[in-house]
């Protein structure tokens, strides 16, 4: 069950300003305006015999007729389509077209049905296929038969498998080489690969299925549609910046300039006395439709009923790609519920946050459905955005309402900043040196540490404990008689003295092996962990378990040796199967849940922004964390994940040097056979002093310290020295020496340079602010 509320939220919003003016943004003019359309086929099927065809209609192979009222096409086997043709006006190419379709019967989810557009003859025309199993990430598909070969241009899912005896209505507008899918009302697919045929005929076609089709529509389309870089699919602008993996930017409610440097903008949702959504005071659907494709809008609503109205304006305005936040739980569950590709977020309003509050934080964030939470600055400190992090919870502070203030919640290390003032961050990120990190990523130790020990052995974790990781990921099996042990392989070949499949052998004979000797003659007799052996081991220490589930069914027995050591706020889990981890959300939707996966990169920008999206959807849709091999993500599908609030775990790096180009994308959650390559690394670097006030031709030496560990606080003195930016003429910077020039005031910056992953790094601390006197 669903915890459906936290007794720290509240019905405080983020600003209580209602006013934005989006000064720069350009109205589009909506593909769904007013217009006058021809109607060029509208068949209900009502009048037709049973057996029949409408006129001038054709079965152009397999089965098709009109059964009770409905078209019916069957097809028993992938190699058997059924195809029905209707003709349309040769003058006429751009048109919308659409239809209920209902599953009776398929041969498995994999079968589909479809609807035919610009038909030219049996072995060409394009198509808008939908599979039975919609939930599959191409469940849905635009494709080309071209020549009697398949050509699949773009593919996308829906969040639900379509039911059987259940109607979708589906619909395509085609115009030009544009096109574009929907499953009630809802924009699925946008493509501008419609180039082979200007116009044709229309049809429907099935493969392994029994599907019935009504109420068909075919009406003319003279309006253009927007440019397929408007598709949906982007990255909002940002401010340039040094800073490695920097906060994304939200403009408060309360701001009103220039919003072209933020990413987001927040929009608290109300209702007016006629019953409309307004948005910051104007129109939901004004304000959404001139934000499209240039911010992502992060809807606040902290009334309850306003789900179908947001889901309207959505479809409304083609508005695929947002936010919608809450300190209410139950109001993110709702609209989620309506549509689950709504990315949510959990408003945190308590006067606090202590110990308590924050192991249940991260419960409430994931039980709801959502990735990220909103805290106001006052209450964040490091050690409290890491620990959320290393739960897969993003942060977004609130605050950054001066330039130190935003240079303080940049050092939290925060995934956003939602501010009134956002020419603060723009001045901020410019003020950082190249390669600066403002703290070391998370870090998982993949098996333990298999470069040092052997591979999923308690000494192999003790160890990854000892180099500072994050996180100590594991893989389960379980044994003959119903035990979960730890190990990666189905057999216990490879990393033990025995042989034979885990799942036939007693935990009794699994534990009589040496899951050691074959590492090193030190490690003989290290015994193969059973998972409660590992849970036991870090119960109530610092550290974050990754538990990989690598067998099937193994979910509810998981959830309960978790839940028997009482160690919910220390374990987070995933697996290559999507299906295990919805399984695994509805045995224990309070802890985060990744699905792994490998995919090859797309060529072309857009298409690596189509990917990102589709990704990115489909991770929100699942509820899970999207933890791709590192060779399957690229910088602008970080950038992507970064800025819609989104954490991951990256798996395995075993080479620096992708390691290190990794980071520099911005990938956050590295997984390594190498977790001694970080454990060196300060992690933050800490000024003694925020404000000094010196004399002119006076001086002041400035050493810092660095934090090394988030587990034991231990801070250390490093060799740094000091910059300004720009040249004011108010000091001048030798090493370490502030020296007074002139009266006025000057930032100066602390900055520490190391190695890592055998690369240059930069560590710059807090800014200094100097006064200079006369």
Known sequence: MKRKSFKRFGSMVVSSALALSLINFQPQMSVHAEQDHMELLNETFDSISNGELPDSWEVVVGNGEVQDGKLVLSSPATASPSVVKAPIDPEYGDYTMEADVTFLSSVNDARWASIMFRIQDAN???????????????????????????????????????????????????????????????????????????????????????????????????????????????????????????????????????????????????????????????????????????????????????????????????????????????????????????????????????????????????????????????????????????????????????????????????????????????????????????????????????????????????????????????????????????????????????????????????????????????????????????????????????????????????????????????????????????IFNQLQPNLATGYLFSAAVPGSLQAKLDNAKKLVDYGTSANVTLNASYGSVYEEFLTYMRQRGMLSMHWTFREEDPFADKLKEGLIGPITDYMQWLTESPISLESPIKKANLKVGKSRNIQAKAFLSYRTGEKVNIETELYTVGDNGVVRIEGNEIIALAPGTAQVFVKHTFTMLGQEWNLVSEPIEVRVSE
């Open 124 to 582: 060409n025309y394009y198509q808008f296929a939908a599979r039975k199993g919609t939930s599959a990430l191409n469940g849905l598909e635009f494709a080309k038969r071209l020549n009697n070969a398949w050509a699949v241009a773009q593919t996308n899912f829906y969040p639900v498998n379509f039911e059987y005896n259940k109607s979708y209505r589906l619909k395509v507008v085609v115009s030009g080489n544009r096109v574009q899918q929907f499953v009630n009302n809802e924009l699925v697919i946008d493509t501008a690969d419609a180039t082979e045929w200007v116009n044709g005929d229309v049809g429907f076609q099935v493969s392994g299925s029994t599907v019935q089709f009504d109420n068909v529509q075919v009406t003319t389309y003279d309006q253009a549609l927007p440019p397929i870089e408007d598709s949906g699919a982007f990255l909002p602008v940002e401010p340039e910046t040094n800073i490695i993996n920097p906060p994304t930017i939200i403009t408060g409610a309360g701001y009103t300039g220039d919003a072209s440097q933020s990413a987001s903008s927040l929009l608290v949702v109300e209702r007016n006395a006629d019953g409309e959504l307004t948005a910051n005071g104007l129109s939901l659907n004004d304000q959404l439709q001139q934000m499209k494709n240039k911010k992502i809008p992060v809807l606040q609503v902290e009334q309850a009923g306003y789900g179908e109205q947001i889901i309207q304006s959505l479809n409304a305005t083609q508005t695929t790609d947002v936010h919608v936040v809450s300190s209410n739980a139950a109001i993110v569950e709702e609209i989620k519920s309506l549509n689950p590709k709504i990315r949510g977020g959990l408003v945190y309003t308590g006067n606090s946050l202590n110990k308590n509050d924050l192991r249940e934080l991260p419960f409430q964030v994931h039980s709801s459905e959502s990735k990220v939470v909103l805290i106001p600055q006052k209450l964040l400190t490091k050690e409290i955005v890491h620990y959320l992090h290393n739960r897969m919870v993003a942060v977004w502070g609130i605050g950054a309402d001066s330039l130190n203030s935003t240079h303080e919640l940049i050092h939290l290390g925060v995934d956003g900043m939602i501010t009134d003032y956002p020419e603060y961050a723009t001045e901020a990120f410019s003020q950082y040196p190249e390669n600066t990190i403002v703290q070391r990523p998370m870090v998982a130790a993949h098996r333990g540490v298999p470069s040092l020990a052997p591979e999923n052995t308690m000494v192999g974790y003790r160890l990854a404990y000892d180099l500072e990781a994050d996180m100590i990921e594991t893989d389960l099996h379980e044994t003959k008689d119903g035990h979960i042990i730890v190990m990666h392989d189905t057999t216990v070949n490879r990393t033990t003295n025995g042989t034979g499949a885990v799942a036939n052998l007693t935990l009794d004979e699994i534990k009589q092996l040496d899951a050691g000797i074959k590492f090193g003659e030190e490690f003989a007799g290290e015994p193969v962990p059973t998972f409660k052996e590992f849970l036991q081991e870090f119960k109530g220490k610092d550290v974050v378990l990754l538990v990989e589930l690598k067998a099937a069914g193994m979910e509810e027995k998981v959830n309960e040796e978790i839940l028997a050591e009482g160690m919910l706020d220390q374990v987070v889990v995933q697996n290559f199967s999507l299906d295990s981890m919805k």
